[in-house]
T-cell receptor, first 114, second 112 residues
Framework: DAGITQSPRHKVTETGTPVTLRCHQT?????MYWYRQDPGHGLRLIHY???????DKGEVSDGYSVSRSKTEDFLLTLESATSSQTSVYFC?????????????FGPGTRLTVL | GENVEQHPSTLSVQEGDSAVIKCTYS??????FPWYKQELGKGPQLIID?????GEKKDQRIAVTLNKTAKHFSLHITETQPEDSAVYFC???????????FGGGTRVLVKP
């Protein structure tokens, strides 16, 4: 998986609790992304980062926040989880234009919000 | 923004036959078009890509074609094998940004 790890791989939580998902890369790539995958919706971008402390919103960012304090780590936080956030979350990395825009995905985190 | 549509949503083929998946995109500025294969329980895996200055690219049994005028691109898998069974996604991106827009996916089933 191109030097990308995600933790945890599975999580079950209750509505209203905070949840943080971690993405870690060993490729020193500039860009990191968080997607969610749901049946009938494919892959949708939540947030992305184009450098340390530089982040921007994707198409489904409501209810999510991110942080990137180091090149290798990109955190996704659900401040107060809701059942609609039950999904599979994928992290991706890219070297950007310098690397031909190729994006590589991690193994995913399956999150269930009860 | 960019919109990518992918057809068909499911595709069943006999082992040894060919499979073709088609995608259309809306933004003429898009210039990079990757294809991903996703197996059950795993993350999407980049299998082939094409850039707007190329009309066709081939890698063993898979090939991708691009028609910039019509704004569509296709994935061709020849001599399909059971291990080709998976969900395939197309995507598009503009040079000015790094946000991929994905198609809805095609579930391919190769019957032995």
């Amino acid at each position: 998986d191109a030097g990308i790890t995600q933790s945890p791989r599975h999580k079950v939580t209750e509505t209203g609790t905070p949840v943080t998902l971690r993405c870690h890369q060993t490729e020193n790539h500039r860009y990191m992304y968080w997607y969610r995958q749901d049946p009938g919706h494919g892959l949708r971008l939540i947030h992305y980062s184009y450098g340390v402390k530089d982040t921007d919103k994707g198409e489904v960012s409501d209810g999510y926040s991110v942080s990137r304090s180091k090149t290798e780590d990109f955190l996704l936080t659900l401040e107060s989880a809701t059942s609609s956030q039950t999904s599979v979350y994928f992290c991706a990395i890219s070297a950007g234009l310098a690397g031909g825009n190729e994006q590589f995905f991690g193994p995913g985190t399956r999150l269930t919000v009860l | 923004g960019e919109n990518v549509e992918q057809h068909p949503s499911t595709l069943s083929v006999q082992e040894g036959d060919s499979a073709v998946i088609k995608c259309t995109y809306s933004d003429s500025a898009s210039n990079y078009f990757p294809w991903y294969k996703q197996e059950l329980g795993k993350g999407p895996q980049l299998i082939i890509d094409i850039r707007s200055n190329v009309g066709e690219k081939k890698d063993q049994r898979i090939a991708v074609t691009l028609n910039k005028t019509a704004k569509h691109f296709s994935l061709h898998i020849t001599e399909t094998q059971p291990e080709d069974s998976a969900v395939y996604f197309c995507a598009a991106i503009k040079a000015a940004g790094n946000k991929l827009t994905f198609g809805g996916g095609t579930r391919v089933l190769v019957k032995p």
